[in-house]
């Protein structure tokens, strides 16, 4: 039994009633022994109870149940995406019902082990992988390989910037990290907290974009050019060149910044600022991430998105308005004749209130083919509206966004600024920063431009 489980027993009663409710165990949770309802009231329970309980911590909540709270709360959270993965595993093989959480058509065939003749181990551990998938925590990453096990949320970080620390966590965490400047570096797990928190305000993330823990200031990723041309061969026949397969892209991480002012009276006196000023942060951060992911011009200080690589899926949209779901569909096809892969759109705010609008001729809401059905339909307000010679013109992105690959360092920065605003009786934080964007297959997506309002 591990103390997140027992903090969920104490902290989460109503939780792990719903658990019994649906056969499942806490100690062994398998997602994919449940049913379709089952499984959606469970990941419905856990987001709801993390967000209640989480909620209850205040400055004046002791430090020891605080602790066994947030374990709660993470332990909740991580629960309600085992939930989500498992749903999208079933949607992704056409059958809602419980199933035996191996995928049998997919299943290696070989044990994964090392052999001892070759390297003298039998080591199963897997290698540590570059890149961690849309729904992995980094928070989670970090914890595995941090020696630092006094962690202190990012709420309690911030808060401590302004008003002091409270615990020796606390003190140890901006001791640690303080410079001659004045500024801070976030402690890592704090700072993979914070990340997260980004994340999840993020539609690159909802589509599946994964994130690079980078280590410094040049990492170079394996770049697919061109694929291999495999061709037949005759008996003692040379066998054919292809094309170069693989290239090299640099991620070179660049600083990005938001600038937040809070009272003095507020920092002291309020019961949830602690809780909203790191999602405040998270939010800002996350909204100019997926501009630039998406629309970057790659000039300057400002990294390049996806509208404006060279090896995009060409298609033969000619813009125009969205009066039927055609475009889509001709997306779709460019995608799928270059053999890559449709998983979402992501388009304007605007453009998907479009789409959902539309009404056949009868006056009836226009059905989806079914062909578009299972894919992510994703909006944002990062994707300007007001392009092209109209000054109304969007783009509509689409693609395998699992081949996007956002390389981000571990560590934040953070600047308090004393005196700045203090003829107000006001805190200044800034908190800073440093990513990269890159496509491991450029050929993955394809955009439709001159979409008109």
Known sequence: MTTAQNAVRKHAQ?????????????????????????????????????????????????????????????????????????????????????????????????ENKSSPAIDGGDDTRAAPAYALEARQSLHVWAQAR?????????????????????????????????????????????????????????????????????????????????????????????????????????????SIAVLVKASVELMQDSLNLEAELPRILARALAHEIDRVGLVGSGSGAEPKGIVNYAGLTANGYAGGGLASYAPLLNARGALHGANERLGAFIMASRDENALAGLVASDGQPLQMPRALEGVAMLHTTALPVDGGSGSDESQIIAGDFSQLLMGIRSEIRVEILRERFMDNLQFGLIAHARVDFAAARESAFTVLDGVTG
């Open 146 to 254: 941090s020696h630092d096990h006094g962690n202190v949320s990012a709420g309690a970080f911030l808060r401590a910037l302004t008003t002091g620390p409270k615990t020796d966590a606390e003190r140890r965490a901006l001791g640690s990290g303080t410079d001659a400047a004045g500024g801070f570096t976030v402690p890592t797990l704090t700072s993979a907290e914070l990340i997260d928190l980004a994340r999840s305000e993020m539609v690159l993330a909802q589509a599946g974009a994964r994130i690079v823990p980078l280590t410094s200031d040049q990492n170079v990723i394996a770049k697919v050019l061109t694929d291999p041309v495999p061709a037949w061969r005759a008996e003692n026949a040379a066998v054919n060149e292809s094309d170069p397969t693989f290239g090299a892209v640099t991620l070179a991480p660049k």
């Open 14 to 110: 109503s939780f792990t009633a719903t658990l019994r409710k649906a056969g499942a165990n806490l100690d062994n949770f398998e997602p994919f022994t449940l049913s379709w309802q089952d499984l959606c009231r469970v990941e419905r329970d856990a987001k709801a109870t993390a967000k209640a309980i989480i909620a209850t911590v205040t400055d004046d909540t002791p430090e020891q149940r605080a602790g066994e709270i947030e374990s709660a709360f993470d332990a909740l959270t991580e629960l309600a995406d085992d939930c989500a993965a498992d749903k999208d595993s079933r949607n992704e093989r056409g059958d809602r019902g419980p199933w035996a959480g191996v995928d049998l058509d997919r299943r290696p065939t070989f």
